[in-house]
Nanobody, 122 residues
Framework: QVQLVESGGGLVQPGGSLRLSCAASGFTFKNYAMSWYRQAPGKERELVASISSITGITRYADSVKGRFTISSANARNFVYLHINSLKPEDTAVYYC???????????????WGQGPQVTVSS
């Protein structure tokens, strides 16, 4: 059974940084790409970053390029999202997701974790 447990959210001032973590279990981690999504109040869930666990290839939404970095630790079955230069519009619940294949172009498997809240405010 796929299980994804995210952590690392909180209240951050504009311009600040934080790291979100996602612990994955229940599947062979290196065989799947992983993604981070976010959902702001009143908005649809948005794909922000993906990484292929086996190739390291990454993909980002235009809205976060240059500020967000996705990485993975295959030996520990973790995927991370490093966020720099936080803006109020980054306020959202952030979700970890397992893709359906090894490629960052593969689709979501709808295996969502609980999602930590990230609030950017002064």
């Amino acid at each position: 059974q796929v299980q994804l447990v995210e952590s690392g959210g909180g209240l951050v001032q504009p311009g600040g940084s934080l790291r979100l973590s996602c612990a994955a279990s229940g599947f062979t981690f290196k065989n799947y790409a992983m993604s981070w999504y976010r959902q702001a109040p009143g908005k649809e869930r948005e794909l922000v970053a993906s990484i292929s666990s086996i190739t390291g290839i990454t993909r980002y939404a235009d809205s976060v390029k240059g500020r967000f970095t996705i990485s993975s630790a295959n030996a520990r079955n973790f995927v991370y999202l490093h966020i720099n230069s936080l803006k109020p519009e980054d306020t959202a619940v952030y979700y970890c997701d397992r893709r359906t294949g090894t490629s960052v172009a593969s689709t979501t498997s709808d295996s969502w974790g609980q999602g930590p809240q990230v609030t950017v405010s002064s």
